[in-house]
């Protein structure tokens, strides 16, 4: 396991940008708008992992509720993990409150779950697995 990403909420993503990237020197892979999840989002690299900075695109996502109650700020942790539905079947073993008991998919078909934070001690953690790559 590793750290995947740092996701930061912002109000305005431009306003983020100026500051991680003029003020602290960090460059943008990319930023890409994900409609299925009202957010936009920039991926800034980060020694082996990257921080996003995520702006939610409209009031009903769950980004925008959140950030209605705490503000802009750390949203939560990602950790890269091989087997996610392992990982999966012995956080739900040990009674750990999962918001995605399966599995989610992105596009590229990177998987992806949620660990609620009443059973992280504050901290909302993502999990995340790569989708494999063909040997070449």
Known sequence: MRIEHLAIAVQDLDSALAFYCDALGLSVQRVEEVQREGVRVAFLPLGDAHIELVQPTCDATGIAKWMGKHGPGMHHVCIAVEDISAVLARLA??????????????????????IHPRSTFGVLIELYQRPERPAQ
């Not at 073993?93 to 949620?114: C, H, K, S, W």
Request: hydrophobic share 30%; charged share 30%.
């Open 93 to 114: 073993e040990r009674g750990v409150e999962l918001i995605n008991p399966q599995p989610m998919r992105r596009e590229d078909g990177t998987a992806y779950a949620f």
